[in-house]
């Protein structure tokens, strides 16, 4: 109880940190006159999960089921805005699905699925192959801050390259649990299912922190297309239940950013 406590406190001084930290910036942003950049993207993630618990092990093992990635999709607005010569801050406000997948293989008669996938148990006795993906989905509204530093360029600058770190405020938006059957195979006539709940109890918020490189290409004076791969991780288990969550993604964001002279 005490190691759980101790977590949730240590949890809790991060995301302060992490806010307190955005808002400094948005007030120093405010305050100054220079000009930003504003910028769209896309990414497509690679969710590897990290999913332990003694209850979750033994569920594991009792459904014949073993957990693999989840390609998911990102997509955010960004403000960049100059903080020195060689540095600059990119604030970002989008949306993210993070998650992972279980596999129940080699399914036979009355093997238990999942409550809600027709009666709970595999109904036939047919040599035909019976699998079972379930894709368990963490939809996120994303804030992301990240520090962005320069380290090489080419020699008429028109590419630069970043070194980038940074930190990920998660708010969760919805969660939920979707069921496909191998190809060829329905249950009760149907091979897709979709559940409401992953079971997970997962938290409302959630922190995470990045690292990774950043390519510009300067298309114009006025356009620059960027593509910044990056790998995050989140070090508190995005549920509160027994089973811990911990999502690894690697992610590339692929877009493009345009100067904003304020008055």
Not at 83 to 103: C, H, M, P, T, V
Not at 171 to 184: D, M, N, P, R, V
Not at 219 to 239: A, E, H, M, R, W
């Amino acid at each position: 109880m005490t190691n759980k406590m101790n977590w949730n406190l240590n949890k809790n001084k991060c995301l302060s940190i992490s806010f307190a930290f955005f808002l400094v910036v948005l007030k120093v942003n405010g305050q100054s006159k220079q000009d930003f950049e504003l910028g769209l993207s896309v990414a497509p993630a690679v969710n590897f999960c990290q999913v332990k618990g003694t209850e979750w092990e033994s569920y594991i093992n009792s459904s014949k089921s073993s957990v693999s990635n989840h390609m998911g999709l990102q997509a955010h607005a960004w403000i960049k805005k100059s903080i020195g010569k060689n540095s600059d801050i990119q604030i970002g406000l989008g949306y993210a699905d993070l998650g992972f997948e279980r596999i129940q293989k080699s399914l036979k008669f009355l093997d238990a699925t999942y409550p809600g996938i027709g009666t709970g148990v595999i109904p036939d006795i047919s040599s035909m192959e019976k699998n079972i993906t379930y894709t368990y989905h963490f939809r996120n509204l994303q804030i992301p801050i990240i520090c962005n530093t320069l380290v090489g360029h080419s020699k008429d600058f028109r590419i630069k390259f970043y070194a980038s770190a940074g930190a990920v405020l998660n708010t969760l938006l919805t969660h939920s649990l979707e069921a496909e059957t191998a190809q060829g195979y329905l249950i009760d006539g149907q091979s897709k299912f979709q559940l409401d709940s992953t079971g997970c109890n997962p938290n409302r918020i959630n922190l995470a922190f990045q690292v990774g490189l950043k390519g510009v290409y300067k298309l114009d004076k006025n356009k620059s297309l960027f593509v910044q791969p990056l790998i995050g991780y989140f070090p508190f288990s995005i549920t509160s239940s027994s089973t811990s969550v911990n999502p690894i993604l690697l992610q590339v964001n692929v877009g493009l950013m345009l100067p904003f002279e304020r008055k």
